[in-house]
């Protein structure tokens, strides 16, 4: 019991068992980016703040020391990417370089860009099989999993070697999620939620699917507790958490509160205590030393709500004993 109070109070900013705490938040004021941990610091990569024109920003935040510096630009803007790290170095995978208000339109990416943090240069590799926004992925055994997008994508589903520099096609999506949040538990690969179009309006699924590589099959899991999209989530101690997004009110165009666990060893949903300030477009979050961190996000629906907010939350849940 000590030890474990211990691991809660390890971040300079100490954050209570079971508890959010703000954290000192990112310089830069935005939403739908995609966020990786390697080495102690997280990385929020492009986005965009409230006049929608998307950046190449990068926002790396040091978990220890509780502060922000700017890494290496983005050779070009990005917006509703995935990213995901393996072996020490970050992948940032599809999104978009513009927006539905941008004048030069959305502009779609199959774009694969590596980043080495120790030599600080992002450098090209084989695009995804599709140009994708709106998707989301995992790591499992080293190979990067990337599902989803906004449609006509939206049922795809691809894995990418970093050894090889390979991709290869896998078996459409049982159901056809963006904004939507992955997970992989006991390797396998899982999908929680998200919505069927391309608006934050239009119609959210509480589905929940699961992917055997072993067997390149899909079955369906346990629904999540109530349809969503926009939100976030991860693996902390074998549970897998999701919390915020867009989908409260009757035309899904609320804030969402909800902080919800899903326990892979029994297949339930345990509904924790809200969010105190829900947060919607990020992809990605990080669960070191005990803590899990949820940097930046908008803090209302749409694209047009970027804000200075940098959230923790202490865990106090186990599916892994």
């Not at 978990?63 to 995901?84: F, Q, V």
């Not at 795809?156 to 459409?172: M, S």
């Not at 589905?207 to 346990?222: E, M, N, R, S, V």
Request: aromatic share 8%; charged share 15%.
């Amino acid at each position: 019991m000590i030890i474990r109070l211990m691991l809660l109070l390890l971040p300079s900013l100490a954050v209570s068992a079971g508890e959010w705490e703000p954290l000192t938040p990112p310089p830069l004021p935005q939403s739908e980016f995609s966020v990786a941990e390697v080495n102690g610091e997280i990385y929020l990569m492009g986005g965009y703040p409230s006049d929608r024109i998307t950046r190449n920003s990068v926002q790396v935040y040091n978990i220890k020391e509780d502060t922000w510096r700017m890494g290496p630009d983005l050779p070009l803007p990005n917006n509703h990417g995935t990213a995901e790290v393996v072996n020490g170095i970050i992948y940032l995978i599809g999104g978009a370089t513009g927006s539905s208000s941008s004048p030069g339109g959305v502009g779609y990416q199959d774009a694969v860009w590596a980043l080495d943090p120790n030599v600080g240069e992002w450098i090209a590799k084989s695009p995804m099989p599709t140009k994708r926004r709106g998707l989301n992925s995992a790591v499992i055994d080293d190979k990067i999993y990337v599902a989803g997008g906004q449609p006509p994508r939206a049922h795809d589903f691809a894995v990418y070697d970093p050894a090889t520099d390979r991709w290869e096609t896998l078996p459409d999506l049982p159901y056809g999620p963006n904004h939507f949040v992955v997970g992989a538990l006991d390797g396998k690969f899982h999908t929680f939620g998200g919505r069927l179009q391309s608006s934050h309006t239009s119609e959210l699924t509480d589905k929940h699917a699961i992917y055997d590589p072993q067997i390149q099959k899909w079955t369906l899991g346990t629904p999540v507790p109530s349809p969503r999209s926009g939100n976030n989530g991860v693996l902390a101690f074998g549970c897998f958490h999701l919390w915020g997004g867009e989908g409260a009110g009757i035309n899904h165009d609320e804030m969402l509160a909800a902080h919800d666990v899903y326990d892979p060893r029994t297949q339930t949903w345990t509904s924790l205590p809200p969010m105190p300030i829900p947060v919607h477009g990020v992809t990605g979050a990080a669960f070191v030393d005990g803590i899990i961190y949820a940097p930046g996000g908008g803090i209302a629906s749409g694209g047009r709500s970027g804000a200075h907010i940098n959230q923790a939350f202490g865990p106090q849940m186990r599916c892994d004993d």
